[in-house]
């Protein structure tokens, strides 16, 4: 168990809804990212944020959007969805959020199922 | 751009010793990171090395040389547990993390 909660575990939507997935970090962690794992591919880096600020941004879509509120639980928005956007989503959270790396604890994610 | 390549799939049997190579294309990072992935599982912390070399971590360790662009995670005494998918990722100085595509390990009795 690495610390990290999501919810929910497994959801199932049908095209050109909204959804929002949840995480909360690890105590005292101030980062959370999110990824997103399509069958049998890599991660793929979607967003940063730390201590309530967006601190890097990768490949994430102008439908998908992001927050984290003051007491650093995270939510990930996803909207008008699309059959491509089934996937794993995986958030995770580090201690540090600047400068140097930081061991990155993975929650058990959250599988999506476009219909 | 940033890009990094791994093979797709490596297979090597109990007790072997498996090298596992990631090649990059890209500049300006902090350091190269390895991460373990079980099926269904989420991925999970192994190695990191910031500077060239090899760091080792009980049966695994990880080699860095930034002047070939290239690392590599070496499985020592294998055993079936290892049986996963392992990632390399690099951390940029945008903050950018990029992770590989993964390489499938099976690990034969």
């Known amino acids: 168990d690495s610390g990290v909660t999501q919810t929910p575990k497994h959801l199932i939507t049908a095209t050109g809804q909204r959804v929002t997935l949840r995480c909360s970090p690890r105590?005292?962690?101030?980062?959370v990212y999110w990824y997103q794992q399509s069958l049998d591919q890599g991660l793929q880096f979607l967003i940063q944020?730390?201590?309530?600020?967006?601190?890097a941004k990768g490949n994430i879509l102008e439908r998908f959007s992001a927050q984290q509120f003051p007491d650093l639980h995270s939510e990930l928005n996803l909207s008008s969805l699309e059959l491509g956007d089934s996937a794993l989503y995986f958030c995770?959270?580090?201690?540090?959020?600047?400068?140097?790396?930081?061991?990155?604890?993975f929650g058990p994610g959250t599988r999506l199922t476009v219909l | 751009g940033q890009s990094l390549e791994q093979p797709s799939e490596v297979t090597a049997v109990e007790g072997a010793i498996v090298q596992i190579n990631c090649t990059y294309q890209?500049?300006?990072?902090?350091?190269l990171s390895w991460y373990q992935q079980h099926d269904g599982g989420a991925p999970t912390f192994l190695s990191y090395n910031a500077l060239d070399g090899l760091e080792e971590t009980g049966r695994f360790s990880s080699f860095l040389s930034r002047s070939d662009s290239y690392g590599y995670l070496l499985l020592q005494e294998l055993q079936m547990k290892d049986s996963a998918s392992y990632f390399c990722?690099?951390?940029?100085?945008?903050?950018?993390?990029?992770f590989g595509p993964g390489t499938r390990l099976s690990v034969l009795p």
């Open positions: 995770a959270s580090s201690s540090s959020g600047g400068g140097r790396y930081n061991e990155q604890f």
């Open positions: 890209t500049s300006g990072f902090y350091g």
């Open positions: 990722a690099v951390s940029h100085y945008g903050q950018n993390f990029v």
């Open positions: 944020y730390y201590n309530g600020e967006e601190r």
């Open positions: 105590s005292g962690d101030l980062s």
